[in-house]
Structures are given as C-alpha cells and as structure tokens.
C-alpha cells in the first residue's frame, strides 16, 4: 500500500505540473486571470461533486455539526484559490520548472516547520542535519533550476 501512495504523490507533482500550463491557456483563451480560476473550480467542483453523489462512502455532517467546526479548518479552500490564480498570473513569466521548484522550495520549508513543531495535529519529527542537508540541496537545485 505504502508503493501506492508513493505512486500516488508523483502524479500530484505531474498533475499540477500540467494543470499549470492547462490553466495558463485556459487564460489566454479567457482572457481574464480571475475568471480563469473560477472555471478551473467550477470544473473541479463539478467533477468532485460528480464522484461524491456517485461513490461517497462516509456519513455525512449535518449543518449543525459543521457549524461546529473551527473557522481555520475551512482555509484550505483559500489556500487552493491561492495557488491556482498565483499560478495563472505567474507560470507564462517565469516557466513551469522555476515556478515548480519554488512551490516545492516552499513546500518543503513549511512541511519541516510543520513537522519539527507538529502544528495542525501532525506528529513531532524534529528537524535534524540529514533534514536540513536536504533542504540545503533542494535550494541549490531550485537555485540552479531558476537560474539557467
């Protein structure tokens, strides 16, 4: 299983690789940057709504219940509609491989923050010298990437 998830988190990276450069045409074709963003969730929404009324498996919250949940947990939309209008806006200026490795450059710094101080509920793993050597390659690749 644990082959699969590995798996599965590579083509994350292709699937935003080529959303990027999907999303950049849908622009040119639009037009208009925020307008992009909207069809590309309006799109997603339909497809994740498609597959929840045919597949979904788990219970249901009642509106109540959601009511309940703090307010902070909700941003994960916000940071979505972040990425996908950032990404619109830089990806034709800057290229899908600098652009990529800066979002993983990012990525990976607020994965290790994240994890040396276990926020949002994840499990302590501290940062250690094997950690931060890796870190130190990334922002060398990143570096060499964007640079040339």
């Known amino acids: 299983m644990q082959l699969i998830f590995l798996f599965l988190a590579f083509l994350?990276?292709?699937s935003n690789t080529v959303q990027?450069?999907?999303?950049?045409?849908?622009?040119?074709?639009?037009g208009n940057?925020?307008?992009t963003a909207i069809i590309s969730f309006a799109s997603g929404l339909t497809i994740l709504s498609t597959v929840f009324l045919?597949?979904?498996?788990?219970?249901?919250?009642?509106?109540?219940?959601?009511?309940?949940?703090?307010w902070t947990r909700y941003l994960g939309g916000l940071c979505g509609a972040f990425y996908v209008l950032t990404v619109i806006f830089?990806?034709?200026?800057?290229?899908?491989?600098?652009?990529?490795?800066?979002v993983v450059?990012?990525?990976?710094?607020?994965?290790?923050?994240?994890?040396?101080f276990g926020f949002q509920g994840f499990e302590v793993h501290p940062i250690t010298l094997p950690r931060i050597a890796g870190a130190v390659f990334l922002v060398i690749g990143v570096y060499l990437i964007v640079k040339n």
């Open 12 to 14: 994350i990276g292709i």
């Open 20 to 30: 990027s450069g999907v999303n950049a045409q849908l622009r040119e074709s639009v």
């Open 33 to 35: 940057p925020i307008l």
């Open 54 to 70: 045919l597949f979904n498996q788990y219970p249901v919250p009642t509106l109540q219940e959601m009511k309940q949940v703090p």
């Open 90 to 102: 830089i990806v034709r200026d800057i290229g899908p491989a600098s652009m990529l490795c800066l």
């Open 105 to 116: 450059a990012g990525q990976m710094a607020a994965a290790m923050t994240i994890d040396h």
